[in-house]
């Protein structure tokens, strides 16, 4: 068992040493909140014994659990939402920036170089020539935006292009819908084009969206996977539950129902509507460059609540609450797998962080002694922050010491001179309650 090192976990750590360097991670949090707190916006109150009620339920009713439950799904789910969990083999581009549209929670500002491809468009037959040349295994492939549909012709022929390149590719296309017609959805379809998201925004009036309801009816007949994505907006839960029903009775493939978030900007409406933060945001805090922002709270809760109304209705759409953590793991996956790093680090299959075990102060003796005995040498000593790093497995071998113990969470990050291990959290433990299958 491991315990989140919080203000009130540290006030109970009884080692001196480790609860000076918990101080550094109280800091942290509290820099962030502070930076938050500037946003305008404010943190909800900590609703997961609410949303565990729910996940207890969903659990019981045959929902699916994916990456350790940051994604969960009904029915079925897209292979490419499978494989967005390592990033392996999935790749997403686009043509531009370029939008018709200007939502308010949209995260592309965020991106680099936004600015530059709001106003021109990317040489995407040389990206995907490269990735050809380079020998890269491309298994699956998306087109986002900006607005693809903005760019027909380049659209077609981005497909046409990928599947001359990458033949047995999987390809999808993100779109609002608005542009797509029965003409583009034909040459399309010859370009074999696997799969297609239409975005539905519900505060849109009504005449629209039984326009593009239209249109994703139109596009089953020339694409053989087509689905909705877009994100669940607090307070929406009855106007999704009308929406899934349409899309259940079009007989579509799926939806993903994404976790709202705050991108970073429009702030004001953010607050107009009462949104709050998600508390606690992250699991693990850091700088993930997914351009997703801030999770807001109570969107993950009608996320699941609209899994279980798709549940007992007995709809056959596919469902995915795809939460912000769920796209944050490719990111770590890519930025740790197979790394050179220390032998004191373990790789955890569940999350993708290196981890380590840590002792401080005056417990390090006591673990010395016991290495000494077992003439295990696979540790290393800090003398500035005066603990000793060494593997989780050794954890095992202290069971009789009274002592606690640190898991600590690393990243590896690539810097202009070199790669470097970053420690981003630590959590408590103590060697009887510790268990390496369950805890990492």
Sequence with gaps: MLMNLSRERLATVKNPSLQEYGQIYLKIADSFNEWVNQTGLVFDKDISEETSTILQRLQTKG???????????????????????????????FISLICHRDCYFCFNKNQDNYEQFSKQKRNYRQELDTLHHNGGKLVHLGLTGGEPLLHKAETVD??????????????????????????????????????????????????????????????????????????????????????????????IFGINLLEFCFPFNNAEIFKKNEFKVKNPPYRVLYDYWYAGGLPISRSELECLQLLEFILDQKLTLGAQYCSLENKHTAQIYQQNHD??????????????????????GADIPKVLKVFKKLHNTNYVMNENYQFLEFHVEKIKDLTKLDIEIGISYNVMEKRGDGSYLRELRIDVTSPKDFDLKLDL
Excluded: W
């Design 339 to 360: 790394q050179r790093v220390s032998k004191t680090l373990y790789f955890s299959i569940r999350d993708y962080f290196y981890k380590s075990a840590k002792v401080f």
């Design 158 to 251: 981005f497909f046409q292009h990928a599947k001359a390149k990458f033949p047995r590719v999987y390809t999808r296309l993100y779109t609002s819908g608005d542009l797509a017609d029965e003409d583009v959805l034909k040459e399309l379809q010859e370009t074999h084009l696997d799969e297609i998201r239409f975005s539905i925004k519900v505060d849109d009036p009504q005449i629209l969206q039984q326009d593009i309801f239209q249109t994703i009816a139109l596009a089953k007949d020339y694409i053989p996977n087509v689905m909705v994505e877009m994100p669940v907006i607090p307070g929406t839960f009855d106007t999704m539950k009308d929406l899934l029903l349409k899309l259940d009775s079009i007989g």
């Design 63 to 93: 929902a699916l659990f994916r990456n350790e439950g940051k994604s969960i799904y009904v029915n079925q789910i897209s292979p490419a939402c499978v494989a967005c969990q390592k990033g392996v083999g999935s790749v997403s581009l």
